[in-house]
């Protein structure tokens, strides 16, 4: 059992290094690139834009398939072969000379993360941990944020002294120095004693759906205003949240940032991630999913208020420190509240249904901002419509209705009848 620990935790630290150099890698360093790309080619704003947006839509479509065949061959050999192809996409990037070949780089990179890391990471470590599942999870998946702010900054000094060329070059290096040899000796589906058919199933667990579980159906999940109300407030956030990362850096370096400070910025955004997740779910622990859901969203929608008046270094500090702390929170809060309004019968179609949803904001996001920014040479307008879209979107969770609670409202109803 110590045995079976160790490797576990193992695993853990594998997949935490897999998360920092390809998923950091490669979504958190977008906009860094972006005025170099902009600059040397002379892509528009949108044009530039579409990568981070290939990236989201490549890890939807290949989702499925990376399920199911994680379901029937060993992972160690889907992850190694899909890390080996984010390098390639690195070494790609680094010799392109048109938008078709770099969208396809970025394309190749986001099914390349899906298969490698983020859809494994939940599958392996859910069969290698029983006990202390949630904080072996939270601390592979903690890798995004360390390696976002990592690899932002890195980046940033290495297209300041050598060119945006030799960055991708520096990102692809550690893929096939550390994260390929690593997934190929230590990940393993399953420990060698656990079949299959006897791995447990944790509560909650983004899988098959169980009719014996309390909640709704998928049709009477459809027909409540809840679910619409969470999926309302989520598309706005995704949208806002992934066009921000592309198009922070550019929009502080027209203040008058330097680049490299620029990028320090979005590091430090991405470090408070780390802190604001685990602080929102202990909150809404003791405080109420909708309550915390509906303060996280406010937050977020306060933060670009301030990223309004980031010419000033008090507004930049602010933003900074409220825009990072709450920005990341929502992606783990979300699933939290549709269990809470919807229950867990139908939570696997329910939750893929508004991950689905999630990733079109994603990459509509990005092109939005950019695409306003070509029509009008500013970034006031969509942020002033972000800011807007979100403190709205903050007062929807609060009319969300637990499953549970409708329940118990519809019984004394029915004794009376």
Not at 187 to 214: I, K, L
Not at 366 to 390: K, N
Request: net charge positive.
């Amino acid at each position: 059992m110590a045995s079976r620990t160790r490797r576990g935790w193992t695993i853990v630290a594998v997949f935490f290094f897999a998360q920092f150099f390809i998923v950091g890698g490669a979504y958190d360093t977008a906009g860094v690139f972006f005025t170099p790309l902009v600059k040397h080619f002379g892509w528009s704003r949108t044009q530039v834009s579409m990568l981070t947006s290939a990236i989201s839509l490549a890890a939807a479509i290949v989702g499925p398939g990376i399920g199911w065949m994680l379901d029937r061959f060993e992972a160690k050999w889907m992850t190694t072969i899909a890390a080996v192809l984010c390098g390639l996409a690195f070494l790609m990037a680094s010799t392109v000379h048109t938008l078709v070949w770099m969208v396809t780089a970025y394309a190749l990179l986001g099914a390349g993360a899906a298969a490698s890391t983020m859809i494994p990471t939940y599958f392996v470590i859910s069969n290698w941990f029983v006990e202390r599942r949630a904080l072996a999870m939270t601390l592979a998946i903690t890798g995004i944020e360390v390696g976002g702010t990592v690899t932002a900054m890195t980046v940033a000094f290495v297209i300041a002294h050598a060119g945006w060329r030799t960055a991708y070059l520096v990102l692809a290096a550690p893929v096939f120095i550390v994260v390929v040899p690593t997934l190929l000796m230590f990940v393993r589906s399953r420990p060698a004693t656990v079949s299959a058919s006897a791995v447990h199933v944790p509560e909650g667990h983004h899988g098959s759906s169980d009719p014996s579980q309390p909640g709704l159906e998928v049709r009477t999940a459809l027909r409540e205003r809840s679910f619409w109300l969470i999926a309302i407030s989520y598309l706005v956030y995704a949208i806002v949240g992934t066009a921000l990362v592309v198009h922070l850096v550019p929009y502080l370096i027209g203040l008058g940032l330097t680049p490299q400070r620029a990028a320090a910025v979005l590091s430090i955004t991405l470090a408070l991630n780390a802190i604001g997740k685990p602080s929102f779910g202990a909150l809404a622990d003791r405080f109420g999913i909708r309550l915390m859901y509906s303060l996280n969203l406010f937050m977020v929608g306060c933060g670009v208020v301030l990223l309004l008046y980031a010419r000033h270094f008090a507004m930049l500090a602010g933003f900074t420190l409220v825009y990072g702390l709450s920005v990341g929170a929502p992606i783990a809060l979300m699933p939290t509240i549709l269990a809470d309004s919807v229950g867990l019968r139908r939570y696997g179609s329910l939750s893929g249904m508004l991950v689905t949803l999630g990733v079109i904001g994603s990459a509509s996001g990005p092109i939005l901002a950019g695409a306003m920014f070509d029509r009008t040479s500013s970034y006031i307008v969509i942020f002033e419509l972000f800011a807007i879209g979100l403190l709205i979107a903050g007062f929807l969770p609060m009319a969300c209705v637990s499953y549970r609670e409708r329940q118990t409202a519809s019984q004394p109803a029915a004794q009376t009848a």
